[in-house]
């Protein structure tokens, strides 16, 4: 049980290590020579490294912010974080996490070799919070040991190539190529935006090729912009909130000067990220063609949501945006139905409505990524806020988990539960 658990925690658990891998085995059945398999593996390795280090630094940056907006505008409520649900889940369902994620990824080897659905899932993050949510809910419906580790395998295994499958029709149009999938359990925001962007915009206008006049051409760096933006928004909340308040964050500095820095940070952090997906694409999709050759048939890595920002940056900036105000205003109606009242976090809406706003963009263009990043905010508010009653104990903690495809698979399992209880 000890090499088990060393396997989940320590491998399994970590993408960097878990792409490595991959790189690594879609190198040696091509037969590369020993230094290409070395510096492929070790190249990919440290892109994922690099995109984690961008992300952490943006988390930050946003996480400051989030603490600022609640403190100063004293907003109380459920706090959606994954990593926090998932740390409370392990108090008591550890076991069967571990178990249903070991598993699981074998199961989605298999289906990925016996099924047309040829995806292997590399974002190992996902990987484990699917697993936490599955075994909370599976034994809040009445499962135990074998059946609830088996079940929730299954389940895992099923999600991991069907989430990448219908986000596909979407990532060709985004990335022009069929190389690669999306591994990330937002996939039905992703999707919703997509198909809003589809109905209301003109993806021949697209984010990337907004006019700007000479005077302002700064602007088309998007590193310029991002940062102009952030630092907008940081010293415009500062502002609201007043030196009391952003002095539990800022310490001696400034305040307005931290808003300013923080906003700036964001930016730097964003670049990191776009630096490291570059990194893993230059490896791992030519490595995936020795593992689509010789194991899994046509099988394609799904990756993590970054893995799209570079294809349109802007719609990155436009995407978060709309999807906070979707949070925003959500969170006004929930409070009218008497529903739990989700607070945005900055986080959740910066990737999945970044991300979103790539796919609304690639669909809809400028006006596809503004409102599929606010359907995504729309639905990261409610899908918490129903997800709660099916969690059992864990709905009684002060946060829940955030993307949608895993209050959706919850709900599901819940409702399905309730038939046959």
Request: aromatic fraction near 10%.
């Amino acid at each position: 049980m000890a090499v088990f658990e060393f396997l989940m925690n320590e491998i399994l658990s970590l993408p960097a290590v878990l792409v490595g891998i991959m790189v690594l085995i879609g190198l040696a059945v091509q037969r590369a020579d020993l230094s290409k398999i070395f510096s492929g593996t070790l190249k990919s390795i440290i892109g994922f490294i690099i995109l984690g280090s961008g992300a952490t630094v943006i988390i930050g940056s946003l996480d400051a912010l989030g603490g600022i907006i609640e403190e100063g505008f004293s907003i109380h409520g459920v706090v959606p974080n994954n990593e926090a649900i998932v740390a409370l889940a392990q108090q008591t369902l550890g076991r069967e996490t571990a178990l249903i994620m070991g598993f699981g990824f074998i199961a989605n080897i298999l289906f990925a070799r016996f099924t047309p659905l040829k995806y292997i899932f590399l974002t190992g993050h996902h990987t484990f919070f699917m697993a936490a949510l599955l075994s909370a809910v599976l034994g809040t419906a009445g499962l135990s040991g074998f059946a609830l580790v088996l079940t929730g395998s299954i389940i895992l295994g099923f999600l991991m190539v069907l989430m990448p499958a219908i986000g596909q029709p979407f990532m060709r149009q985004i990335t022009g190529s069929n190389d690669i999938a999306i591994g990330h359990f937002s996939t039905i925001g992703y999707v919703s935006a997509g198909l809003v962007g589809k109905w209301v915009g003109n993806k021949e206008q697209s984010t990337e090729e907004i006019q700007i006049s000479e005077k302002w051409s700064f602007l088309r760096d998007s590193l310029v912009a991002t940062a102009l933006t952030m630092v907008i928004i940081f010293v415009i909340m500062v502002l609201f909130a007043g030196p009391s308040v952003v002095s539990h964050y800022a310490g001696e500095q400034n305040f307005i000067m931290f808003g300013i820095i923080q906003g700036v940070t964001f930016a730097a952090g964003l670049s990191i990220i776009l630096l490291g997906v570059r990194m893993i694409l230059n490896e791992i999709v030519p490595a995936f063609r020795g593992i689509a050759e010789k194991i899994v048939p046509g099988a394609k890595p799904a990756l993590d949501i970054p893995i799209v920002f570079p294809y349109a940056s802007t719609a990155v900036i436009i995407g978060f945006l709309f999807s906070f105000a979707g949070g925003l205003i959500s969170m006004f109606f929930l409070g009218l139905l008497s529903l739990p009242l989700i607070i945005p976090g900055l986080v959740p809406h910066f990737f999945t409505g970044g991300g979103a706003g790539v796919f609304g963009n690639a669909t809809g263009g400028r006006v596809g990524a503004a409102v599929g990043g606010f359907v995504n905010g729309v639905l990261i508010s409610f899908i918490p806020a129903l997800l709660l009653p099916v969690l059992g104990n864990l709905g009684f903690a002060n946060t829940t988990f955030g993307d949608t495809d895993f209050g959706i698979v919850g709900i599901i399992i819940g409702f399905i539960a309730n038939l046959f209880s």
